[in-house]
């Protein structure tokens, strides 16, 4: 059976309300494919064919297919590529562009500075727990190294946020859990710094010395210290930023 088999049309099958003839045929053929993945009738690699295929499938025009295939591109689901042998296959995973998306959409609804730092909290206390569980060896010498860097940078603010920006997102990588991961990426995306800054040389040193606990607390693979760590420090990033941001901007502050 091919992926095309998959999505034969027939009513009985169709997204609830489809039957009936809810949405347009093209947004049916993008229900049908979403639908499919999550049950797991089609994966990674698979091939859905041209659009003239997909439209001799479901009886429909050339254009609804193409339709179809570009808002399955556009949402990351399908990989099309043109030409002898082309066609749409379902992509292989891609969390980046997850954490883009959720970003733009975080920004746009406009999310402010402490609900971007209460999600921050809970996620971020997380992955230190499983980071103590679950880091390897490279993820740990990934830790250390940008400890290094950070604590030679105390006098350079802008780097200096940056490295801590990428010692948080260290500490989710060790967590190993994609979806943790992403969320931060997303949050890191909003609450990029992108004006003043309430950092000092003193202020630069004591998040050294945090993150150098933290990281021999994950080391030690004690994750409920790792937890209680890293709460107390984002309760510390939380007083700051919101002494920092203006009222309902969360794009005037940074990360550590």
């Not at 609450?191 to 004591?206: C, F, I, M, N, Y």
């Not at 945090?210 to 030690?220: D, F, G, N, Q």
């Not at 994750?223 to 930023?241: C, F, P, T, V």
Request: glycine share 8%; hydrophobic share 45%; aromatic share 4%.
């Amino acid at each position: 059976m091919s992926a095309l088999d998959i999505l034969e049309p027939d009513d009985a099958d169709l997204p609830s309300g489809a039957a009936a003839g809810a949405g347009t045929l093209s947004e049916q053929i993008v229900a049908r494919v979403r639908d499919a993945l999550f049950a797991g009738r089609l994966k990674p690699g698979d091939m859905l064919g041209t659009e003239k295929d997909i439209a001799a499938r479901f009886d429909a025009s050339r254009i609804v297919a193409r339709d179809a295939l570009k808002r399955l591109e556009a949402a990351g689901v399908v990989e099309i590529r043109v030409g002898k042998g082309g066609g749409a296959r379902i992509a292989h995973g891609n969390p980046q562009l997850f954490a883009d998306a959720l970003a733009v959409q975080l920004n746009l609804i406009g999310v402010g500075v402490a609900e971007i730092l209460d999600a921050q909290r809970a996620i971020e206390t997380m992955t230190a727990e499983l980071a103590a569980t679950h880091a390897t060896r490279a993820d740990l010498e990934r830790m250390e190294d940008l400890l290094a860097r950070a604590e030679a940078s105390c006098d350079d603010f802008t780097r200096f946020t940056r490295l801590s920006l990428a010692f948080h997102l260290a500490v989710a990588e060790a967590a190993h859990n994609d979806v943790l991961r992403v969320q931060l990426i997303s949050l890191q995306h909003v609450a990029w710094p992108k004006g003043r800054s309430t950092l000092t040389r003193d202020v630069a040193e004591h998040i050294v010395a945090l993150h150098r606990e933290l990281y021999v607390l994950i080391k030690a693979r004690d994750g409920e210290g790792a937890r209680e760590l890293m709460s107390r420090h984002l309760r510390q990033i939380r007083a700051r930023r919101l002494s920092e941001a203006a009222p309902g901007s969360p794009e005037d502050f940074g990360c550590c």
